[in-house]
Structures are given as structure tokens and as C-alpha cells.
């Protein structure tokens, strides 16, 4: 069973930054396996932010935050670091790391079923 443990949240200005970082433990060859960030508002649907295979896939990333989140991984480790900058107040969500175990490439977002128990960005206007 993959365990998840995020840490990083924060509140912070529009324009700042912030780093979300996610490990993983009871795994078993950790390039066999898809991570990602997910984040939810109140009200609203969970929405995938980023994603990667940790086997060597280059990462994918949400319209909305393209070009200002960018992930990173240390595969000797089994986790991945969310860099969010250039946050806007839409930004403000429960953000949830999350895995799953994938022998090739490809990581659909419907196939996540380990999480984190999620950590809180707030970004005020």
C-alpha cells in the first residue's frame, strides 16, 4: 500500500511562490509508477494539475497553470515537487498528491488511487 505525505502549503500574495512536496513510502520500484497534484475548491469538481510518469515521460500539466507550475521528481525517493509560481487567487484550493502503479507511460487522470491527506494553498488578490 502507497502511503502519501504532502507538505509545503501556505498562504501567500498573487505573484508569490510556493513549493509543494510530496514522498511516498510502501512502494516498490518507483519508476513504475504515474504521480501527480490534484486540487479542490469548495463546491467544485477535483481538478488534475500536473501529472508524470516517473519511468521517464515528460510532464503534463492543467491549461490553467501551464507555463507557471512546474513539477519535479526524485525517483530514488519516490517523490514529487510541485513549483507554483506566479499564483493567482484562483489558485486557492486543497491541493492532494497522488499515485498509481503503471508499468509503461501514460497516466490517466481517472487512475489515481493513492492520496495524500492534502495541504492547503491560499493565494489572496
Known amino acids: 500500500q502507497v502511503q502519501l505525505v504532502e507538505s509545503g502549503g501556505g498562504s501567500v500574495q498573487a505573484g508569490g511562490s510556493l513549493r509543494l512536496s510530496c514522498v511516498a513510502s510502501?512502494?516498490?520500484?518507483?519508476?513504475?509508477?504515474?504521480m501527480g497534484w490534484f486540487r479542490r475548491t469548495a463546491g467544485a469538481e477535483r481538478e488534475g494539475v500536473a501529472r508524470?510518469?516517473?519511468?521517464?515521460?515528460?510532464?503534463d500539466y492543467a491549461d490553467s497553470v501551464k507555463g507557471r507550475f512546474t513539477v519535479s521528481q526524485d525517483r530514488a525517493i519516490m517523490s514529487l515537487t510541485l513549483q507554483m509560481n506566479s499564483l493567482k487567487a484562483e489558485d486557492t484550493a486543497m491541493y492532494y498528491c497522488?499515485?498509481?502503479?503503471?508499468?509503461?507511460?501514460?497516466?490517466?487522470?481517472?487512475?489515481?488511487?493513492?492520496w495524500g491527506q492534502g495541504t492547503q494553498v491560499t493565494v489572496s488578490s
Open positions: 510502501g512502494y516498490t520500484y518507483s519508476g513504475h509508477y504515474c
Open positions: 508524470i510518469w516517473l519511468g521517464g515521460n515528460t510532464p
Open positions: 497522488a499515485a498509481f502503479y503503471k508499468r509503461d507511460g501514460g497516466c490517466p487522470w481517472s487512475e489515481f488511487r493513492y
